[in-house]
C-alpha cells in the first residue's frame, strides 16, 4: 500500500509543478508550495473516490486550492506584519514614550479643543514654535514628519520644539503644584 500511493504520488507529481508555475510562484517560495502541493495531492489520493469524476481533474482541483489558500495565508501574514512595522515606527516617531521604557506615555489622536481657556494657557507659557508642535501633534494628531512639511523645518527642529514644550510644561505643572500645596 505505501509503495503504491509513493508510485501514484511521483506519478501525479508534475501536477503540484503546474500549478506553482499557473500561481506565478517566485523560486524563494517554491520549496514551501511544493510541500503543501504534495499534502494536497496525498490526501487527495486518500480522498478520491471514483464516483467523484476523473482523478487527474480531482487532483488538480484540491492542489489548486489549497495553494491558494497557503498563498491568502501568507498574504495575511504580510499584510499583518508590515501593520504591526507601521503602528511601530508611527509610535517610535510620535515622541510620545517614556524615557527609560520606550512605552506610549498616552494616545493623542482625537484630543478635543473643548476647554479653550485651558490651551490659551498652556499657549501662554509656550513659545510659537512649541505651540505649534502642540497644536499640531497633541490637538490634530499630525506625526513629526507632517508637521516639518507643513511648517516647512528640519525634522530635528520639530523634535526640538517638542522637547522643550515637554519641558516647559513639566516644569509649570511641577511648580504649580508646589504653588498649590504652599497656598491651600
Known amino acids: 500500500m505505501e509503495q503504491e500511493l509513493r508510485t501514484l504520488l511521483l506519478r501525479h507529481e508534475r501536477r503540484i509543478h503546474f500549478q506553482i508555475h499557473r500561481l506565478n510562484i517566485r523560486n524563494e517560495q517554491y520549496d514551501d508550495f511544493y510541500a503543501e502541493g504534495m499534502i494536497a495531492l496525498w490526501k487527495g489520493l486518500e480522498d478520491y473516490d471514483e464516483s467523484q469524476g476523473e482523478i487527474g481533474t480531482f487532483l488538480n482541483h484540491r492542489i489548486r486550492f489549497r495553494l491558494i489558500d497557503y498563498q491568502r495565508t501568507i ?34 489622536t482625537g484630543v478635543q479643543l473643548r476647554d479653550e481657556t485651558f490651551w ?58 508646589i504653588v498649590e500645596a504652599v497656598s491651600g
Open 75 to 108: 498574504i495575511r501574514h504580510i499584510e499583518k506584519d508590515k501593520e504591526a512595522m507601521e503602528s511601530q515606527i508611527i509610535a517610535k516617531d510620535s515622541g510620545n514614550t517614556a524615557g527609560t521604557t520606550n512605552q506610549m506615555l498616552i494616545c493623542v
Open 120 to 177: 490659551h494657557e498652556i499657549q501662554s507659557v509656550l513659545s510659537g514654535n512649541q505651540w505649534k508642535w502642540v497644536r499640531h501633534f497633541v490637538i490634530d494628531g499630525l506625526s513629526h514628519k507632517e508637521i516639518m512639511e507643513l511648517e516647512n523645518v528640519s525634522e530635528s527642529a520639530v523634535k526640538s520644539w517638542a522637547r522643550e514644550a515637554r519641558r516647559k510644561l513639566r516644569t509649570e505643572v511641577f511648580h504649580r503644584k
